[in-house]
């Protein structure tokens, strides 16, 4: 009988948590050896909270360099084995991605269950995606992690001879072995043609989900409107920054990945001009590649957006390195030359001395430059009309014309658009002619034809 990989961490289990931190890792300056790796293991208990593990412990180690077999050396699992004893910890998880090696040879000698960092983050992402889409691209990445790390039960099915295979089941290799042919390597087989047949069907599928999004996005686009997506390192307030700019009640959660579908709603600033703003999926540290793949329904928006709201919890100590990791995945999407502004959420949580050196740093205490980063509160709305400013004067799509126009009143479909879709500076009627000033984004002003009604003096370069 084939085994296949335990993905699920089920409620309230005990779970011991391993980190292994490196002396040669880059590091930010001032930053000690293997801080970061201490950093990570914190964001481990976090991740690992939210997939409903209860931590009895933690083990750290600082190494040269990752040792082949087991990561961490026979030592140290010696030790993490006594640790998951003494808390009756039937689950280890490391922060570390393992190899399939690795990770059995760890099961071997800890007797116990081994996930490692890239299997936690699939649980949780399974246990929070919501569309048919994000529900198969979880599938997909469970299955593509799961394929090499098939096993048999036991070493007589683990590791089956040929005709002359080596270091099998029965001791030295030699050929015609008794109990290591056939049918143990048949059902691994079987079972590996199972999920590239699962893989196969689901990669269809999604590929039929993404046809239909793209023509939702093309209906979309038919009345032009610009799109910003707000994007940020897990945790960092994006979801309550995403309420409070559209009044819309997403989910808000202090557990990490608790939003993962995509979710787009209209925003109307101060000009006027409506856009739209999608939430998106929280970036992480060591974000495996494959999850970069199997999230493209939220990560689209970011490569489709004319702006990006780069959302960054200030109150969190390590919110450059975050800001560095989120940067990292943006150049991997290729959107890292996109326009980008900055927003330092969670200001609320800053004491006044940290406000006023961040106001200092920032702007020289004056928020209304159009320069640099935007301090916002999502939770109590501190900031909220700026940043709602700044994003007008940020979005480099489909500026604002200042136009002078007359209009007959008859026209009354084109001057009830102008007032719902642009701002409106002032109006007359004169005879039987709408006089008035507006600023009205260049898109609507030329599906509108308003160069047609403008006055002498106002410029038609914009229109045309």
Do not use: C
């Not at 009044?247 to 995509?262: C, G, I, K």
């Not at 400013?389 to 009354?412: C, E, K």
């Amino acid at each position: 009988m084939t085994k296949t990989p335990q993905h699920n961490v089920s409620n309230a289990e005990r779970a011991l948590l391993v980190g292994v931190g490196w002396k040669r890792a880059p590091r930010f300056p001032g930053m000690p050896a293997g801080e970061q790796g201490r950093v990570s293991l914190a964001e481990l208990v976090e991740l690992a909270k939210s997939a409903g593990a209860d931590i009895v412990g933690t083990v750290f180690q600082v190494r040269d360099s990752a040792d082949s077999a087991t990561l961490v050396g026979r030592g140290k699992l010696d030790e993490i084995r006594a640790e998951a004893n003494a808390h009756q910890a039937p689950l280890i998880i490391f922060d570390s991605n393992l190899s399939p090696v690795q990770q059995r040879n760890i099961e071997e000698l800890t007797e116990r269950r081994v996930i490692d960092r890239t299997q936690l983050i699939l649980d949780i992402f399974a246990r929070h995606a919501r569309s048919r889409e994000g529900q198969l691209q979880v599938e997909l990445a469970q299955l593509n992690y799961m394929l090499p790390r098939l096993t048999g039960k036991g070493t007589a099915m683990s590791r089956l001879g040929g005709k002359s295979g080596g270091g099998g089941a029965g001791g030295a290799g030699g050929a015609g072995r008794i109990g290591v042919r056939g049918p143990g390597e048949k059902k691994l087989e079987t079972d590996r043609r199972r999920i590239r047949d699962r893989v196969s069907k689901i990669q269809t599928g999604i590929a039929d989900l993404r046809k239909q999004r793209a023509l939702r996005r093309e209906a979309r686009n038919a009345v032009p409107l610009g799109t910003i997506a707000l994007v940020g390192y897990t945790n960092a307030g994006k979801s309550t920054l995403f309420n409070a700019l559209s009044q819309a009640e997403v989910l808000v959660s202090a557990r990490m990945f608790a939003t993962l579908d995509p979710t787009i709603r209209a925003v109307r600033l101060p000009s006027n001009r409506r856009v739209l703003v999608s939430d998106t999926v929280g970036f992480i540290r060591d974000l495996p590649k494959s999850l970069l793949t199997a999230f493209r329904a939220t990560l689209e928006e970011v490569q489709e957006a004319a702006l990006i709201l780069h959302v960054s919890d200030i109150s969190n100590a390590h919110h450059d390195e975050l800001d560095e990791e989120v940067h990292k995945i943006l150049e991997e999407l290729g959107v890292a030359d996109r326009p980008i502004l900055r927003v330092l959420n969670k200001v609320d949580q800053l004491t006044a001395e940290e406000r006023e050196s961040l106001k200092a740093i920032s702007g020289n205490g004056k928020m209304t430059h159009d320069e640099g980063p935007v301090m916002v509160s999502a939770l109590t709305g501190e900031g909220i009309d700026e940043l709602l400013r700044r994003i007008d004067v940020a979005l480099p799509t489909d500026p604002l014309v200042s136009l002078s126009l007359r209009l007959p009143l008859s026209q009354g479909r084109t001057l009830a658009l102008i007032h719902a879709l642009g701002r409106v500076l002032r109006t007359e009627v004169e005879d039987e002619d709408m006089l008035l000033d507006a600023e009205v984004p260049v898109s609507i002003a030329r599906r509108l034809r308003l160069n047609e009604y403008a006055v002498e003096g106002t410029s038609k370069l914009a229109l045309t």
